[in-house]
């Protein structure tokens, strides 16, 4: 994962100043908030994370029918 250096908080930093991180998400699409000098948070908008988390219909199709290949022979053995 890379991460632009405009993007990173520490968690002090936003805790003072959240609409500052806020704008960084606004500008650049993501923001990082460091805790103990460590990557511990991400902020993003929130139709980006839902449209992330939602696979193409294409993509699960494709994914199924690698998986009924790679297994045929255990799906016709359960099948008897």
Known sequence: MNIDTNTIFSMTEANRNF??????VDQYGTAIIFKNNKPRYEVRVFEDA??????????????????????AAVYEELAK
């Open 19 to 24: 609409s500052m991180v806020t704008r960084a």
């Open 50 to 71: 839902a449209q992330d988390e939602t696979a193409a219909d294409k993509d699960v199709l494709e994914i199924s029918n690698r998986l009924l290949q790679r297994n």
